[in-house]
C-alpha cells in the first residue's frame, strides 16, 4: 500500500479523486434509480428494462462523439453545458407519470449524460507518468467502483422507502456537486490535448481496436442482461431488498481487484496479465446459472468483480499502448459507444427475458458472452503486439 499513499501525497492526485467523485456516485445509483422509478410507477418489469436499456443506449451512442470532442477541444465546455442538462433530465424523469414520458425522458437524460470518466482517465498519465500509471488506474478503478458499494445501496434504499424521488433527486444533486468541483479542478483546467501524429493510423483502422469493439460488442450484451437480470430476479423472487447488497459486494470485490492489480510488478506484459484475468473471469462467471439470488449469487458476484476489477486496470494499459496518438479519450470513448450499446440492448431485452423465460438465462448469457470475448482476445493476440511488451524488469 506504500505506492497508493505515495499517490495520494501528490495534491493534483488527490484533488481529482475528490472532485470526480460526486458524479461518480450519482452514475452508480442511477440505473436503479430509473428501473425502481419505471417499476413502481409502471408497475412493469419488462418497461423497467427498457427504461434502463433506452436510458444506457442514448448515453452510449454520444460516447465517442463526446470523447472525440474533449480530445479536440478540451473539457472545460463539455462539462459545463452537459452538467447542468443532465440535472434537468433526472429531475424531469422523477416527476413523469406515463409510460410514453417516462421512456422519452430516460432516453433523452442519456444523451446529456456528462463525460466525467472520460475526462478524468487521461489526467492520469500527464500528473504521474508513464512509470506509476499502473498504480493510478490502479487507484481510480478502485475509487470508481469503490462509489459503486454504496450507490446502488442508497438508490434501492429510497427507491423502497416512503419518499421514492428522493433516488433520482439525489442523482441529480450528486451531478450538480461533482461539475463544479471538476470545474475547480486544476487537472481539469490545465488539461492539454494530445498531438496527433499523422503517420499512424486512424483510430477504426488500428487492428487491435477493431478487435476490442467486436469484443464489446459481446461483452456489453452479456452485462446488459446482467444488469438487468439481478434486479428482476430478486423482484421475481420478493427479495428487491437484496439487489442493493448483491451489487454492492461485487462492487467491494471491484475495489479489491482494481487496488490488487494496481500494484502488480510490470513482469508479465499488460496484455498477456489482461488475459490471465479475463480467464479468471470467464471461468468465475461459469457457475452464474445455476445461483439464486442469496450467497451462491453473492459468492459469484464477488469472484466476478474481484477479476473484473482488476481487468478494468490492464485493459486501459493494454489500451494505451495499441491507440493512435492524440486518441487518448476518444479511444475509450468509442469503444464505450459500442460496448454500451449493446448492454443497452441487453437491458432491454433481459427485462423481457427475464419475465418471459426466466432470469437465470439472462445471467447465463453473461457467461456465454465472456467465453466468447476470451476466445476472442486468444485468436487475435498477435494484434497486440504493442501492448505485449514487458516495460520493466
Known amino acids: 500500500m506504500k505506492q497508493y499513499l ?7 492526485a488527490r ?102 470518466n472520460l475526462s478524468v482517465r487521461p489526467l492520469w498519465k500527464q500528473i504521474v507518468g508513464e512509470k506509476v500509471v499502473r498504480t493510478a488506474y490502479g487507484l481510480d478503478t478502485a475509487v470508481m467502483n469503490g462509489v459503486g458499494i454504496i450507490g446502488p445501496a442508497i438508490a434501492t434504499t ?8 428522493f433516488a433520482l433527486g439525489t442523482c441529480a444533486a450528486l451531478m450538480i456537486i461533482g461539475g463544479i468541483a471538476l470545474e475547480f479542478t486544476i487537472n481539469h483546467r ?39 437480470g439481478i434486479p428482476a430476479y430478486t423482484t421475481l423472487e420478493n427479495v428487491p431488498h437484496r439487489t442493493a ?12 481487484g482494481g487496488l490488487i492489480a494496481g500494484l502488480i510488478k510490470k513482469r508479465r506484459s499488460a496484455f498477456r496479465t489482461m488475459r490471465a484475468t479475463y480467464f479468471g473471469w470467464f471461468v468465475f462467471s461459469l457457475p452464474l446459472y445455476f445461483t439464486y439470488p442469496d450467497w ?25 499502448a495499441v491507440r493512435p496518438q492524440g486518441s487518448a479519450t476518444a479511444s475509450l470513448g468509442w469503444l464505450w459507444t459500442i460496448e454500451g450499446s449493446m448492454a443497452a440492448l441487453g437491458s432491454a431485452l433481459g ?17 456465454l458472452a465472456l467465453a466468447i470475448g476470451f476466445a476472442l482476445l486468444n485468436i487475435g493476440r498477435r494484434r497486440f503486439a504493442a501492448a505485449d511488451v514487458v516495460l520493466e524488469g
Open 245 to 256: 447488497w448483491l451489487f454492492s459486494i461485487m462492487s467491494l470485490c471491484n475495489v479489491i
Open 190 to 228: 490545465n488539461w492539454f490535448t494530445e498531438k496527433k501524429d499523422p503517420s499512424e493510423a486512424k483510430l477504426w483502422k488500428v487492428p487491435a481496436i477493431r478487435l476490442l469493439m467486436i469484443e464489446g460488442c459481446f461483452i456489453g450484451l452479456g452485462w446488459g442482461f446482467f444488469d438487468v
Open 296 to 320: 451462491s449469487l453473492a459468492v459469484v458476484g464477488a469472484l466476478l468483480g474481484l477479476t473484473g476489477g482488476a481487468l478494468q486496470v490492464f485493459y486501459f494499459e493494454v489500451l494505451d
Open 6 to 12: 505515495e499517490l495520494l501525497k501528490i495534491p493534483m
Open 351 to 367: 427485462g423481457w427475458v427475464a419475465e418471459a423465460i426466466s432470469p437465470q438465462f439472462c445471467l447465463g448469457v453473461t457467461t
Open 15 to 116: 484533488k481529482l479523486l475528490i472532485a470526480a467523485t460526486p458524479a461518480r456516485m450519482a452514475y452508480s445509483m442511477i440505473g436503479l434509480s430509473i428501473f425502481f422509478k419505471t417499476e413502481r410507477t409502471l408497475d412493469s418489469i419488462p418497461l423497467a428494462g427498457l427504461a434502463l436499456g433506452l436510458n444506457a443506449l442514448a448515453g452510449s451512442l454520444t460516447a465517442g462523439i463526446r470523447g472525440s470532442a474533449i480530445d479536440k477541444w478540451g473539457q472545460k465546455w463539455p462539462i459545463r453545458i452537459l452538467v447542468p442538462g443532465y440535472a434537468f433530465g433526472i429531475i424531469a424523469l422523477n416527476i413523469a407519470s406515463t409510460k410514453t414520458e417516462i421512456l422519452i425522458w430516460a432516453f433523452v437524460l442519456g444523451f446529456s449524460a456528462p463525460p466525467i
Open 158 to 165: 429510497i427507491s423502497l422507502s416512503s419518499r421514492p424521488g
